[in-house]
């Protein structure tokens, strides 16, 4: 398997591999410009977006700064908005349902390390896929974790740090987040 296959397997590969070194540059190059395109410009913004990820509805809009990986593997539904340094490393498939919204400094984070500090030292790592359902809101500096699936109808409290998936109809918080209480 090349380095690019085990990555989206979520087995162990190399980053510094040259094709996934130069898919990042080529995505940093894209980003580059979206992030220079003015606020005002949303149909240039759109298509730019539409472009970069791997899938998009129609509707859909992100504030600068925002930064990715690879963006390939990111796919977002209808009505999508995504509010300032939003980050998305998206060394898995992220799947982020209908009328969902980011709010400012929100990382949702597929890549990870292994535990094992001498593994580790050796630069390998892994990739699990996020996924986010439909009408879920993100609160502020709020982290998404490896592997985790939210679904329908979640509000993330600000700050919150999400280390394992939650269903339906919830408001989660704290670190780590818990239910903090149904969405009525």
């Given at each position: 398997m090349t380095e690019l296959e085990k990555m989206l397997a979520?087995?162990?590969?190399?980053?510094?591999?040259?094709?996934?070194?130069?898919m990042r540059k080529a995505c940093r190059k894209q980003l580059d410009i979206l992030n220079a395109t003015c606020q005002t410009e949303h149909k240039r913004r759109t298509q730019l977006l539409k472009a970069l990820f791997?899938?998009?509805?129609?509707?859909?809009?992100?504030?600068?700064?925002?930064?990715?990986?690879?963006g390939d593997n990111i796919h977002v539904g209808e009505n999508f908005y995504a509010n300032f340094n939003c980050v998305i490393l998206d060394?898995?498939?992220?799947?982020?349902?209908d009328?969902?919204?980011?709010?400012?400094?929100?990382?949702?984070?597929t890549a990870t390390h292994p535990i094992?500090?001498?593994?580790?030292?050796?630069g390998i790592e892994f990739a699990k896929p996020i996924t986010l359902g439909d009408n879920c809101w993100i609160?502020?500096?709020?982290?998404?974790?490896?592997g985790v699936t939210l679904g329908n109808?979640?509000?993330?409290a600000s700050g919150a740090v999400v280390t394992k998936s939650f269903g339906d109809n919830v408001v989660i918080g704290?670190?780590?987040?818990?239910?903090?209480?149904?969405v009525s």
């Open positions: 979520g087995e162990l590969y190399f980053p510094s591999d040259k094709l996934l070194t130069s791997g899938s998009t509805g129609k509707r859909l809009y992100i504030e600068s700064s925002f930064k990715c990986d690879y060394a898995a498939k992220v799947t982020i349902g009328n969902c919204m980011i709010a400012p400094q929100v990382g949702i984070y094992n500090a001498e593994q580790r030292a050796t609160g502020g500096n709020a982290v998404i974790n490896p109808n979640v509000v993330v704290g670190n780590p987040a818990r239910v903090i209480k149904p």
